[in-house]
């Protein structure tokens, strides 16, 4: 029966995820094709035996840590469902801070050009393409699964308006400028105890580990990013809870002005924007 598979999942989960139901109703609707509300509507059909081993392993690899966005394949962010997979970062929701700093800033500006700096599954750039379809969006990330992934979305998508590129970090672009940078680069240090964290354990180090301090990938970020904007034009980048001063200091030392930082829906520093002077 639905309900007892999806008890009996619960408790299994309980010891290694918080949010154990959620995610047992998740995998069991999307294995049976249906949504969360009929599952819950029907509990007391049965499963077949298929079904029932289907989701055992199911439980068991998700018990194992593995996100449940893998299992499913999929995750929503912003207005967009995106595919996603081992190999890139499962997008997080306080990541749309970017995108709504973004479509602030360029409110004004026709045809604004944007550049996605390390975009995993293409998730800030592909939703600014969509809301923005006069933009002109690059999604660059180094690794080639990530950017697999990331033009699978876009062609998935039809976003025309966007197109991916390898490369690292500025390395690469020449003399190519935006009216917006956006990223959410690696900020963990490779000491990080949440590295060691079941959940983290599956997404790839390359979109978590950073360096020595953490501050890597935003210090190089911050210092080249000046360089390749428009004038008036915007970087914002996320960065850990305890980072936002730091991420301050290395903008303003940039030469960026009115910077800001944003908060998550935790109350934590989580995204600091600047603007190139005009
Ligand atoms: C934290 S993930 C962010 C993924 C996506 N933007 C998101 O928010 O869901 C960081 C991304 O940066 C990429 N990356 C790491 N080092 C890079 C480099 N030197 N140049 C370009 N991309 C890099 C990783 O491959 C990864 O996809």
Known sequence: MIRAALEAATRRLARTSSSARLDAELLLADLLAIGRA????????????????????????????????????????????????????????????????????????????????????????????????????DLLDASPAALAIAEANRRTL??????????DWFAGLGSARYDAILSNPPYLADSDPHLASLELAHEPPVALV???????????????????????????????????EAVRSLLAGAGFGAIRTRFDLAGLERATQGTRPD
């Not at 081993?53 to 995106?82: C, H, K, M, Q, S």
């Not at 039809?158 to 991916?164: I, Y």
């Open 38 to 137: 009929q599952l819950l509507a029907r509990d007391t059909d049965t499963l077949t035996a298929e079904q029932h081993a289907a989701f055992a392993t199911r439980i068991a690899r998700r018990a194992n840590g593995e996100p449940v966005a893998y299992l499913l394949g999929r995750r929503d962010f912003w207005t967009l469902t995106l595919a996603v997979g081992p190999g890139v970062l499962v997008p997080r929701p306080e990541t749309e801070l970017l995108v709504e700093a973004a479509l602030e800033a360029m409110a004004g500006r026709t045809a604004p050009r944007v550049l996605d700096l390390g975009t995993g599954s293409g998730a800030i750039g592909l939703a600014i393409a969509c809301a923005r379809p006069d933009a002109h969006v």
């Open 158 to 167: 039809g976003l025309g308006n966007a197109r991916t590129l390898p490369g």
């Open 210 to 244: 950073a360096g020595p301090t953490g501050l890597e990938a935003l210090a190089a970020i911050a210092r080249r990013a000046l360089g390749h904007l428009e004038p008036g034009g915007l970087v914002a980048l996320e960065h850990g809870a305890t980072q936002g």
